[in-house]
């Protein structure tokens, strides 16, 4: 699988979730539902041509309107981002990320016996070892010694 920066900013992120909850829209209903945001008509014109050409969403003439369809499931839009944040921290600091996320997530009964699920068929590796510096050899960073000792 071919692996895709998946780059996308919190204000083009939020014209993305107003598409996706409706499914398809035209710039005026994007603009009504984000009328909290306080942005301008332009601003939303720009953020959907962003998506646009970061093959996000497509675009249809429809008469004098142009709608407005998402290219990118949102479910693979979260798994993207998730992994994405994963390769931004040390592999020795992963857990500490999930951890925090399920601290911070407001998660029912069903939620936790589905993490539950998850985490007992989750295979798992002997050891963990840092990969802050990767691209450029052995890391001699202190976080290899402080997973080791918490072993």
């Known amino acids: 699988m ?64 142009f709608i407005y369809r998402p290219l990118i499931d949102e479910n693979d839009a979260i798994d993207r981002m998730s992994q994405n944040l994963l390769k931004k921290v040390c592999a020795t600091k992963q857990r ?3 951890g925090q996320m399920i601290a911070n997530s407001e998660l029912t009964k069903s939620d936790i016996e589905q993490l539950q699920e998850a985490l007992s068929e989750k295979v798992a590796v002997a050891e963990v070892h840092c990969n802050c510096l990767e691209t450029v050899g052995a890391c001699a960073c202190k976080h290899e010694a402080e997973h080791m000792e918490k072993m």
């Open 96 to 98: 500490n990320v999930l």
């Open 2 to 65: 071919i692996e895709v920066e998946f780059n996308i900013s919190n204000a083009e992120l939020h014209i993305m979730r107003v598409i996706w909850s409706l499914g398809e829209a035209r710039v005026d209903e994007v603009y009504n539902q984000i009328s909290l945001m306080d942005w301008s008509l332009a601003t939303v014109k720009t953020l959907l041509g962003r998506l646009v050409k970061k093959e996000m969403l497509s675009t249809e003439k429809e008469g004098r309107k």
